[in-house]
Nanobody, 117 residues
Framework: QVQLVESGGGLVQPGGSLRLSCAAS????????MGWYRQAPGKQRELVAA???????NYVDSVKGRFTVSRDNAKNTVYLQMNTLKPEDTAVYYC???????????WGQGTQVTVSS
């Protein structure tokens, strides 16, 4: 069993920055591909960024060059650094852990990010 707890969301002006953190409890963090998803009102949840245990990353096109995902396997934590935020980045951001070998998947409770002047 893995529990995920996100933090770092909030209200920020356009052009500002936020750093989200997701702390994982439980065993085997390094066996999970970690992802950040977001869901805006009336829209489907989408993958924003993901990172493998080895550090390979991928991003949705709309955040490339602005967001950076990273992980610290020693601290069981994954981060999402969000720069040059835009109003369209407003959403609830969810942390996700997906086991690389067996069908196990976990979600955090979500953290609200609001970009507004």
């Amino acid at each position: 069993q893995v529990q995920l707890v996100e933090s770092g969301g909030g209200l920020v002006q356009p052009g500002g920055s936020l750093r989200l953190s997701c702390a994982a409890s439980g065993r085997g963090f390094r066996f999970y591909r970690m992802g950040w998803y977001r869901q805006a009102p009336g829209k489907q949840r989408e993958l924003v960024a993901a990172i493998t245990s080895g550090g390979n990353t991928n991003y949705v096109d709309s955040v490339k060059g602005r967001f950076t995902v990273s992980r610290d396997n020693a601290k069981n934590t994954v981060y999402l650094q969000m720069n040059t935020l835009k109003p369209e980045d407003t959403a609830v951001y969810y942390c996700n852990a997906e086991h690389v070998n067996i069908p196990l998947r976990y979600w955090g409770q979500g953290t609200q990010v609001t970009v507004s002047s």
